[in-house]
């Protein structure tokens, strides 16, 4: 089955969207937060999402910046995989939680939030947030238009 995109990406619609959401991971990327990171967090919110536009240009990126195939291969079972950090983990689990909102009654459990305070400050952890946020809307947006794997990219 050929997939197809139902309708042009918004951004491409819309073009000031495309510069408010530059803005919005520049300010991310000033975080703290390490750039692999904030990648495989990315990677993983797609992934819950079944966004395969987002898996598929998420995993390149990281690709693209030396990421290793085991941990590529990994980041969906990074609970069982020893190739992450403790940092890593904990906002991997931040993602998870943030994105699967309406699977538990506590969203984002104070296990969850405490683990990811160990490593992150406040700065860290606003930037984690809104990656995890801007992730989530890209998300919706490729899966409800059907946007095809390797068809647009942000500019």
């Given at each position: 089955m050929q997939v197809q995109a139902r309708m042009s990406n918004p951004a491409t619609i819309l073009p000031c969207v495309t510069q408010a959401v530059q803005a919005l991971l520049k300010a991310t990327r000033e975080g703290g937060v390490p750039a692999t990171t904030l990648e495989l967090v990315h990677l993983r919110a797609s992934q819950i999402n079944g966004c395969s536009f987002c898996v598929d240009s998420g995993a390149r990126?990281?690709?693209?910046?030396?990421?290793?195939?085991?941990?590529?291969?990994?980041?969906?079972?990074?609970?069982?995989?020893?190739?992450?950090?403790?940092?890593?983990?904990?906002?991997?689990?931040?993602?998870?939680?943030?994105?699967?909102?309406?699977?538990?009654?506590?969203?984002?459990?104070?296990?969850?939030?405490?683990?990811?305070?160990?490593?992150?400050?406040?700065?860290?952890?606003?930037?984690?947030i809104l990656m995890i946020a801007t992730t989530n809307l890209f998300n919706r947006v490729n899966v409800t238009i059907r946007q095809v794997a390797g068809s647009w990219t942000y500019s």
């Open positions: 990126s990281l690709k693209k910046a030396g990421e290793t195939d085991e941990r590529l291969f990994a980041v969906a079972a990074w609970r069982e995989a020893p190739y992450f950090t403790d940092a890593e983990r904990a906002a991997l689990a931040l993602a998870e939680a943030a994105t699967r909102l309406a699977d538990r009654p506590d969203s984002v459990p104070d296990a969850v939030w405490d683990e990811a305070v160990q490593y992150y400050d406040e700065k860290g952890l606003a930037a984690l």
